[in-house]
């Protein structure tokens, strides 16, 4: 295996990784911008008003993106299980 394959296999590792965690960062940060601005617009500053809305937030939307995420990274698997034989060398 040469060092450009071993650059390109973790190459596309880390996209991968990459593009499966970006959704989630996504939300997480939009959703605690929306929760913390609601909390200085009320003055509540209560922890739980913080957290359950954004665990409820996640939780949502790691459901909804699941069968996204499991074929993107089933997809990444198989590729790169296709070319082991070039790999192999």
Not at 13 to 24: H, N, V
Not at 26 to 33: P, S, T
């Amino acid at each position: 295996m040469t060092t450009a394959q071993v650059v390109e296999v973790v190459r596309g590792a880390l996209m991968t990784a990459f593009f499966l965690a970006l959704p989630l960062l996504a939300i997480g940060f939009l959703a605690g911008i929306v929760i913390s601005l609601t909390q200085v617009l009320t003055s509540i500053q209560d922890t739980a008003v913080n957290s359950v809305p954004r665990l409820l937030i996640f939780l949502t939307a790691i459901m909804l993106l699941l069968p996204w995420m499991v074929s993107r990274s089933t997809s990444y698997t198989a590729d790169l299980l296709t070319n082991i034989g070039r790999y192999a060398r």
